[in-house]
């Protein structure tokens, strides 16, 4: 077993431990005092420098591990080798398509696609990519072409930093429509139908998107203020945006008007 | 800063890359509503650049971009392509389409994109 620096979260304060890695299970020692086999590990999530494991034995338990990044490489790779998860051997691009750009070269890796409770593994002895299933904006079957042929490939859409990012998985037919069945299941609680909102409602989300503030919209689609708060808060009861900031509108008081009339006068002089 | 030419079926789409160019500094010199439209409004304006549709009514985004390549082979012509249309990507820069931006449009894409083909 070999011992590496790292901080695990305990009684909610950081804490720097000696971690202890194993070919089947990792050793969280005091204060933590906990072992975790990798094949008890339901879910696994990163978040920047963060590995989120949760693992199952009579009850469920959550840790949480920073390291630095060739430490927290080797246990994705051991823990998605062993985990309690949907694995399959595929090839896959990710990514494949940024922000509608595509990728130039981006090869096809061969490795396994592990779906794990809230997310999608891409593993290869290069990279493991993970896709949070609550960040998956579509998945599709399609065809691209590979090596000059229309081939069947599962195209995944997720949303990473503000951008839609497009990875593909290749698989032989019957898997990849095993794993679409799976992904689309395991997604399900996420599709909306298309019609919550309506056609100007649609509009001033594709316009927020775009990067325009309020004013701007209010300008473009010729809609009063009003009318641009009612559909704000159908897209936020909809979970499909959030506020950032929220501005002010004012008008001045008579002191105010007083204020700027001298400054005024005085500018004159 | 560039003359361009826009062309979309829908009036939306249009208003929204008029806006995000106006706020780049370009100047819009012309719009088209379906690619038989753009081929007539390329020759009249002779635009810097167009920002051309793919799915129109007439005459599609390709069409309409091998007829302007056809009248001008140093035409610059960047194509709006929805997410996931990949091949229609590749068909467009075969034909001489010299960049693609998608939609939904994301303001700074759009002007980089923009910026970079008019520098060819």
Sequence with gaps: MKEVPAKVEHNKAWVVIKLGIAEDRIVLPDPVNQEILYKTVVDLAERKNTLIITFKTQAEGVVKVKSVDKVLEILKKLILNSCNAYRLAAYFKSPAIRGGVLIQGAPWEKGSIVVVRTGIWFVSPAKQVCVPLMDAAAIELTKTEVQGKPTDIICIDH???GEVVSSQVLCPISTLQVLFNFLKDATKGMDMKGNE????????AMLVYSGMDSHAIENMLNIPHKELDAI????????????????REIQLTTKG???????????VK | MGKILIVDDTLFMRTLLKNILFSG?????GEAGDGTEAV???KELKPDLVTMDVVMPKMNGIEALKSIKALDPAARVVMC???????????????????????????????????NVLAT
Excluded: C, W
């Design chain 1, 197 to 204: 909102l309506d056609a100007v409602g649609q509009q001033v």
């Design chain 1, 257 to 267: 008007v007083r204020y700027i009339s001298d400054a005024t006068k005085s500018q």
């Design chain 2, 25 to 29: 500094g370009h100047t819009i010199i």
């Design chain 1, 159 to 161: 949303v990473d930093a």
């Design chain 2, 40 to 42: 007539e409004k390329y």
């Design chain 2, 81 to 115: 392509t929805a997410v996931g249309q990949e091949q229609m990507v590749k068909l467009a820069i075969k034909t001489g389409a010299k960049g693609y931006i998608v939609k939904p449009f994301q303001a700074p894409k759009v002007l980089e994109e923009v910026k």
């Design chain 1, 232 to 247: 704000y808060d159908r897209i936020l009861n909809l979970q499909l945006g959030e506020v950032v900031a929220v501005r």
